[in-house]
């Protein structure tokens, strides 16, 4: 599900960009299943768990073949889309975490990969879409923050044995409300402190 | 002989952004080696093959050197760039398939890393330079589809058990031809359907 | 040290991108560890140490703190940064050099490695950041050159058998001084010979 709905926000990027279907594709296969990808090579689960199953291959086909037909319904329906990928992040960085610590790594760590699970594709999205990563643009609604607090709840339950399905989901539902919260209200970050350069942010605001 | 030409696309890139002879000497690395060190991450073959074979470094330093000395002689046979371009491409499409599928992955997986051998140099090289991949580009003839049929045919043989090297060679020559019409006859892939925004697109054409 | 520098030169980059905080961090993580991790992926050494060592973790956590309260006062001691940032580069590239020796790979592509891990943080950077890599532009001073230098030095002494703490920390002395000649003097490295683009340039200066 998670997957599926990153490379939606990866195939309507790539209609926004005026990508052709072939860009739409790539950009959805790397918007859903980078992060995870980036996530295995550093555990060292080679290959990829990307490239062994083919349902995680599959769905952003899915989703591209969707967005090119019915592209218009699908950025008219915005706001269900921004729901389900808060669900996306919620998912992510549980899972994220889950398999990371399953490997080896310390609870820290884990965390840290359970982030950048969850938030990874769509950096490379950005990046190979020339745009700044929204997820560090300061006019932006929090975006790792949530997946951050869903990391660590996480870590905190298995640093005291006490993982159980039930908690994974509270964390997930955690950083999906967490999410949402952030999008109701317009939650941001702060930028640095003392920053003299407003003259300059005003005429260059990134 | 692929790695040479890639490299080639990728020292010229750099001569027109302006770069520096060490900046030409690393998007030339980059380009001809990206894809297949990606690939080689990707399957666990490490270290890459680009890190344990002299002959693979060196070939982009002399591509770089050919580059400095003689840029606008090779600006001036572009044509002929663009055809041993095109060779590369199936080259690599047919090489990296085969690799993977060596390494146990399945066969969609194998076509899939075929493709990102054959294209990945080029989306890093962009990256670096700073520009949208002209691989996702719809106003650029095809480029990934030659190498996904030379990647598919390879791993339908697979799937016989009959790949012979003459089979090989007949897909690298399919992507080679295609990429070859595509580029004389202008050939380009769709944009998705339905778009309103032709304004927008007109005003701001990426 | 090195992490720490190249930590606040990425967190600097953000401040001056306007980003907010998170981004600050995640601009500092990238920057400090970037280079080592992915030299630790292309050797195979999976978890990346930056991984499995907390403080290799914290420590750009600290470098972002100190941005964030401090960053005019940052900002002010500009040259005592570059200063540090060049030690930076003349100790990676000589741990990057060693440690990919050790683990079996030829001297050429050791000291690949070396130059690998001294300027890949600085490159994810800039291309998170969305600006071309300062490492390859040629109006910046000479910034992969000493890193080629101390790493080539290593290499040697390895081909030797001679390498010793001594001769080590002679090759990242090296570095670092060739790096501070070469912004002070303004050594910059030559662009591609008969470019005929005077005019495109003069307009388009990147």
Redesign the interface.
Known sequence: MGIFIFAISGALL???????????W??AEVTGLGGG?LRD????A???AA??D?GY?LTPFAATVL??????EVERINRAVMVMDAAGLGLFCVTGTTKAHD????L??SA??GVATAVGGG?IRD???????S????DRDLY??PALVGATIVAVLLHFHALTPFGSGCAAVAAFVLRLLAMRYGW??????????TAR?AQN??
């Open positions: 790539a209609v926004r960009k005026n990508l052709d279907v072939f860009g739409m790539m950009l990808v090579l550093i555990i060292g080679v290959p990829p490239f062994t083919l291959f967005v090119f037909f019915l592209h218009p490997h080896g790594l310390g820290t760590f840290a990969l950096v990046v190979l879409a020339q745009e700044v990563p997820l560090l643009r300061w790792a923050v941001r970050a702060p930028r640095a402190w003392h920053r003299r350069s942010e605001p990134v």
